[in-house]
């Protein structure tokens, strides 16, 4: 069965160092999304992507990049992680720009 | 910018009592989704509706769209302990982003 995996499920980090979060989708969807979701602020999308070499910021992407150089990998790079990243991150994808998302299980980041 | 507002933020219910929850967006939306997240979970796709005034059912969960398009609800009769969880609206917004409201968390006492 197609799915959407991410990894790591859980990471501690320090601030100042580089975190990557990989998002993985065996669904051969063009669309792909990341988001945080905080404690009353529900989900935000920090970037994403509608193909192969295509990336677009969403409403929180200060601190965030994100590359796609295939269909199926769209990674989360903190550059230099800071305390107010502590969250938990959410890949999505879709096979239509407004459809149906299918979302990862997450990964929960604290950054000390 | 575009926002997705919900209400209420949290609800308790006795086991088999209603629930309703509310959607409004300050913009016009091509379709409204819904998402169920469980305790420790992942959102879950439930529904999209995309016709001004379209109800659709899912055993005891109606949803609604308002005439506008603008608004949405989501009604459970009948709650039952698997209900729990919270429940978030979503539409496009610029850009056709999927902009989500904050959720509403339900609480079932049995």
């Known amino acids: 069965d197609a799915e959407i995996t991410q990894s790591p499920r859980h990471k501690i980090t320090e601030t100042g160092r580089q975190v990557t979060l990989a998002c993985h989708q065996t669904?051969?969807?063009?669309?792909m999304f990341w988001y945080r979701q905080d404690l009353g602020h529900g989900l935000r999308l920090i970037h994403y992507?509608?193909?192969?070499?295509?990336?677009n910021k969403g409403e929180v992407s200060d601190g965030y990049s994100v590359s796609r150089s295939n269909t199926e990998d769209l990674p989360l790079t903190l550059e230099s992680a800071a305390s107010s990243q502590t969250s938990v991150y959410f890949c999505a994808s879709s096979a239509s720009v407004i459809g149906e998302l299918f979302f990862g299980e997450g990964s929960r980041l604290t950054v000390l | 910018g575009q926002q997705v507002m919900q209400i209420p933020q949290y609800q308790h219910v006795q086991e088999g009592e209603d629930f309703t929850t509310y959607c409004n967006s300050s913009?016009?939306?091509?379709?409204i989704q819904w998402y169920k997240q469980r305790p420790g979970g992942h959102p879950v796709f439930l529904i999209q509706l995309v016709k001004s005034g379209e109800v659709k059912k899912q055993k005891r969960l109606t949803f609604q769209f308002g005439e506008a398009k603008k608004n949405s609800s989501l009604h459970i009769t009948a709650t039952q302990t698997t209900d729990v969880g919270t429940y978030f609206c979503?539409?496009?917004?610029?850009?056709?982003?999927?902009?989500f409201g904050k959720g509403t968390r339900l609480h079932i006492l049995p």
């Open positions: 992507s509608y193909g192969v070499q295509d990336t």
């Open positions: 669904w051969n969807h063009n669309n």
């Open positions: 979503a539409g496009p917004g610029r850009d056709d982003k999927i902009i």
């Open positions: 913009t016009t939306l091509s379709n």
